[in-house]
């Protein structure tokens, strides 16, 4: 079972560039959601969604922009990079719409982005 | 402020040996707490998953004890295997239904031969 896939896994910009992070899951799981992981700090959540059609956003969603258009696929774009962006980035998913039940949540490999 | 405060933030072990790790909140009103294990450059892989009537749940060497009343949560391993070394996260969420969970900023394991 491939679970959650992101990609790429490692990724370089220039201040300034935009790109997208992509995130897979094949469990048909409702709930998708992107965090960002500083040393430090606990995982902070960017954006998330309840399901295809329906995003919202976390606690740090300046400069980031997210979709859903299918139950598998959430994409999270970075709209013009800063070095503050640097992080690795997790896409996480569950199968009931809010992980704040007891629905366990899986984790991709993680992207890690490095602004220059 | 970080609603979820872990202690230590890194210990280094004998193989073996058990340890115990900590892990206190204010998150409220809560929900469930759990305990997530994120090898090196992988992604966090859930270990256990507690609700406020229970106190203890065993996943194998892991042993994992929440006192809701207190606001505490611990995470116990035993006899530590090389396997072990990695962070240690503890994550809890609230009722609000405000889909968001409040993470931990981990607790490093490094376990010696």
């Known amino acids: 079972n491939a679970g959650v896939t992101q990609t790429p896994k490692f990724q370089v910009l220039k201040t300034g560039q935009s790109m997208t992070l992509q995130c897979a899951q094949d469990m048909n799981h409702e709930y998708m959601s992107w965090y960002r992981q500083d040393p430090g700090m606990g995982l902070r959540l960017i954006h998330y969604s309840v399901g295809a059609g329906i995003t919202d956003q976390g606690e740090v969603p300046n400069g980031y922009n997210v979709s859903r258009s299918t139950t598998e696929d959430f994409p999270l774009r970075l709209l013009s990079a800063a070095p503050s962006q640097t992080s690795v980035y997790f896409c996480?998913?569950?199968?009931?719409?809010?992980?704040?039940?007891?629905?366990?949540?899986?984790f991709g490999e993680g992207s890690r982005l490095t602004v220059l | 402020k970080n609603q979820v405060e872990q202690s230590p933030q890194s210990l280094i072990i004998l193989e073996g040996k058990n340890c115990t790790l900590q892990c206190n909140y204010t998150v409220s009103p809560f929900s469930n707490l759990r305990w997530y294990k994120q090898d090196t450059g992988r992604g966090p892989v859930s270990l256990t998953i507690?609700?406020?009537?229970?106190n203890t749940k065993s996943n194998g060497r892991y042993t994992a004890t929440l006192d809701a009343d207190t606001k505490q949560s611990s995470l116990h391993i035993t006899a530590s295997q090389l396997s072990d070394s990695a962070s240690y996260i503890c994550v809890v969420s609230s009722r609000r239904g405000d889909y968001k969970l409040s993470f931990g900023a981990g607790t490093t394991v490094t376990v010696r031969a």
């Open positions: 507690m609700t406020f009537s229970e």
């Open positions: 996480a998913s569950s199968r009931q719409g809010s992980p704040t039940n007891t629905g366990e949540l899986f």
